[in-house]
């Protein structure tokens, strides 16, 4: 803890805060203090009310009951400029900035304070100067749509120290970032504290936590039920206080050496789509009983592969054989029937259809009767809910109304319970709670061990150093790097990651 008591260097507080939506109680009587020059982690499962509080302290939500405090003083936010006039500012997930606009035109676009005419060069000046301060290298002339997902970061955060905050709030702050780019943040977190700026750094990676906060905030459905001096707590004690129970996150390995290949990829091309880059000459072996990862940063070709491997898309050149079967640019249909089954990353847009039922979703890929019998499909999805552990009303719930983390196992469900021998799965715990990614972790792990062979494609490189015996990095729509999963190594996978290896 920071020199001196919470009541005399707090920056921002919420004091018995509440909040309410239909059906749901986001926030139960939260007490939070954030003193002046501290990181301040905020902990917890998904649903566990901690995002409904950070918007609250921006701005963005009203309370129900309770107080939000800045510098001592009730404040009553009634939007995000509000909050920034009081100096309190939030840098999203999903970044807000105008793509052909220059760095200097995003950070000064909005601002009240600008006068009738602008004087551009002054702006750029300042933001310079911003960037030198914080260690945030950004050029204020490069438009934005020329600036790796890193850089945009840094003009969003450049944007917030503009408009005077000294409150920052950081969403999941290293969802798209390599290791470099996190731990360059890490340390502009730290020279923003040492300014005496507070930090509220909101994140799912328990390892980010401890290298960065210096207290922990942890929540559970919509309560605090943990506060440490991150000083004094370790993984363990974080994450169980998060789900209520001991949770085992220890690398996974294969036990006994793989078998024949089941997976094959032999110098495929195709274009990229939107902003993605071309594949260009990619050839991967996967074997039996052996987990592969592919890591790299978002747009580096991870989709692309992914469909074409799951004959989604059609190459220009090569070829994707399934248990010796060729099944280049086939279709979905003949590669499900070579024993391929593909778990996408997007697991409520292209995964699953979130106005059906469970029962009908484990129903969308598999064949099926021109009339179908209600019993036996409740019955079917009453058994994956048993076997997969999904925590849901019935079979007849809608899926949109799963959590994320009983969303993916419903998705696991469909996709493996045909006993595929080949698995590819994309983005398997993206934004799912410390228990749920030790339940997706789990069942991975069981695939592996009944022979099956995975391709684990992620842009998060712990959920591929977790269960990969071999890790590829792919950059610019190329393999750049391999090395075995008990030799990697965080920082090498880093450099091929932003395509200095």
Do not use: W
């Amino acid at each position: 803890m920071k020199n001196g008591t919470p009541e005399a260097r707090s920056a921002v507080e919420a004091r018995g805060v509440s909040k309410a939506f239909p059906g749901v109680i986001a926030n139960a009587g939260v007490d939070l203090s954030v003193q002046r020059g501290e990181v301040h982690a905020v902990l917890g499962e998904n649903g566990a009310g901690k995002s409904t509080l950070a918007s609250i302290l921006a701005g963005l939500y009203r309370p129900d009951d309770g107080e939000v405090l800045v510098g001592g003083e009730p404040v009553n936010f009634g939007s995000p400029r509000d909050a920034l006039a009081r100096g309190v500012g939030m840098v999203y997930q999903h970044f807000r900035l105008v793509e052909r606009f220059t760095v200097a035109e995003n950070v000064i676009l909005g601002d009240p304070r600008q006068p009738m005419l602008l004087s551009t060069r002054r702006a750029e000046n300042t933001v310079a100067e911003l960037g030198r301060k914080y260690g945030l290298p950004v050029n204020p002339r490069a438009s934005v749509e020329d600036l790796s997902v890193g850089e945009q970061q840094r003009v969003e955060i450049v944007k917030m120290l503009y408009r005077g905050a000294d409150v920052l709030i950081l969403d999941e702050p290293t969802a798209v970032l390599t290791p470099q780019e996190s731990e360059n943040l890490f340390e502009t977190v730290r020279a923003m504290a040492a300014e005496g700026k507070s930090v509220i750094f909101i994140s799912h990676k328990l390892s980010e936590v401890l290298a960065v906060s210096d207290r922990v905030t942890v929540m559970r459905d919509g309560r605090v039920v943990a506060r440490a001096e991150t000083a004094d707590s370790d993984r363990r004690s974080l994450a169980r206080a998060m789900v209520g129970r001991d949770v085992d996150l220890s690398v996974q390995r294969a036990e006994k050496a793989p078998g024949a290949p089941l997976l094959e990829i032999e110098n495929l091309n195709a274009p990229g789509e939107g902003d993605a880059v071309p594949l260009t000459d990619v050839s991967l072996t996967v074997h039996a009983g052996e987990v592969v990862g592919v890591a790299g940063v978002s747009g580096n070709g991870q989709r692309t592969l992914a469909e074409l491997a799951a004959g989604m898309r059609k190459p220009l050149s090569g070829r994707v054989l399934v248990k010796g079967v060729e099944t280049t640019g086939r279709g979905p249909k003949a590669t499900r029937r070579a024993g391929l089954a593909y778990v996408p990353e997007d697991r409520l847009g292209t995964g699953l259809a979130p106005s059906l039922s469970i029962s009908e979703n484990l129903l969308l890929t598999r064949p099926r009767p021109f009339f179908l019998k209600r019993k036996e499909m409740a019955d079917t999805a009453r058994e994956a809910i048993r076997q997969f552990k999904i925590r849901a009303p019935g079979p007849h719930a809608a899926t949109r109304d799963l959590s994320g983390g009983n969303a993916q196992k419903a998705l696991l469900a469909r996709e493996l319970s045909d006993g595929p021998e080949v698995i590819i799965v994309a983005s398997p715990t993206r934004g799912l709670d410390v228990g749920a990614t030790q339940a997706v972790r789990e069942i991975l792990d069981q695939r592996r061990r009944a022979g099956c062979a995975v391709l684990l494609i992620s842009e998060d490189l712990d959920e591929v150093r977790s269960l990969s015996d071999r890790i590829l990095v792919l950059y610019e729509g190329r393999i750049v790097h391999e090395t075995s999963g008990e030799a990697a190594n965080v920082e090498d996978l880093g450099l091929a990651m932003a395509g200095a290896g």
